[in-house]
């Protein structure tokens, strides 16, 4: 069974920090492109990160790029983003996928866990 349980949401200042963990089961991490995705009020879901580890292939967002840094545990098949230097424009459901892909503009992937609440305030 597939399944992406996020966790590390929550509510921080801007400047702080905040880890966001997904466990996946039903995939091996690094057998695919594995990301995040984030979705704030009133604004379409994007792309975030989209890495697959194992061949060094790696995309995040202008906008979290020197703050946010994903990383994963092959051993215990998990993913995790640590967000630092945090905005108030982060304040967004933050989406673990896997399989995310590009097809010219558009960005997306095949299998979404459910979202967990990022809120940073100024």
């Known amino acids: 069974e597939v399944q992406l349980q996020a966790s590390g949401g929550g509510l921080a200042e801007a400047g702080g920090s905040l880890r966001l963990s997904c466990r996946v089961t039903?995939?091996?991490?690094?057998?695919?492109?594995i990301g995040w995705f984030r979705q704030a009020p009133g604004k379409e879901r994007e792309e975030v990160s989209c890495?697959?580890?194992?061949?060094?292939?790696?995309y995040y967002a202008d906008s979290v790029k020197g703050r946010f840094t994903m990383s994963r545990d092959a051993t215990k098949n998990t993913l995790s983003l640590q967000m630092n230097n945090l905005k108030p424009e982060d304040t967004a459901v933050y989406y673990c996928?896997?399989?995310?892909?590009?097809?010219?503009?558009?960005?997306?992937?095949?299998?979404w866990g459910k979202g967990t609440l990022v809120t940073v305030s100024s």
């Open positions: 890495i697959r580890f194992s061949i060094g292939d790696t």
């Open positions: 996928v896997v399989d995310c892909w590009t097809i010219g503009n558009k960005r997306w992937a095949n299998y």
């Open positions: 039903g995939f091996t991490v690094d057998d695919y492109y």
